[in-house]
């Protein structure tokens, strides 16, 4: 089973720029693909972004594509999201997750998440 570790959460001006990490460890980190997924209060959970085993794919909802870029290195089992030009709509809980199976699939592991507030 893999553990996963978010970090880089913040309070930012609408505009500006974070970028979010999760550390990985227990597993062969490459053998997973990876996603982040938020929750805003009183809404759904919804994927952001997700990325295959290898980096060679990825997905980005419509509300975040051209402004954030998941990124993965498995040499530090860590993966990334670099989140520019955010919204106050952007403002949620942040969670890393992680798959053994496809990249657009279902996520099994979870980090515990970490919290995004876009200020207007």
């Known amino acids: 089973q893999v553990q996963l570790v978010e970090s880089g959460g913040g309070l930012v001006q609408a505009g500006g720029s974070l970028r979010l990490s999760c550390a990985a460890s227990?597993?062969?980190?490459?053998?997973?693909?990876m996603g982040w997924f938020r929750q805003a209060p009183g809404k759904e959970r919804e994927s952001v972004a997700t990325i295959s085993w290898l980096g060679r794919s990825t997905y980005y909802a419509d509300s975040v594509k051209g402004r954030f870029t998941i990124s993965r290195d498995n040499a530090k089992q860590t993966v990334y999201l670099q989140m520019n030009s955010l919204k106050p709509e952007d403002t949620a809980v942040y969670y890393c997750?992680?798959?053994?199976?496809?990249?657009?699939?279902?996520?099994?592991?979870w980090g515990q998440g970490t919290q995004v507030t876009v200020s207007s």
């Open positions: 227990g597993r062969t980190f490459s053998n997973y693909a």
């Open positions: 997750a992680a798959t053994t199976g496809y990249y657009r699939g279902s996520y099994a592991y």
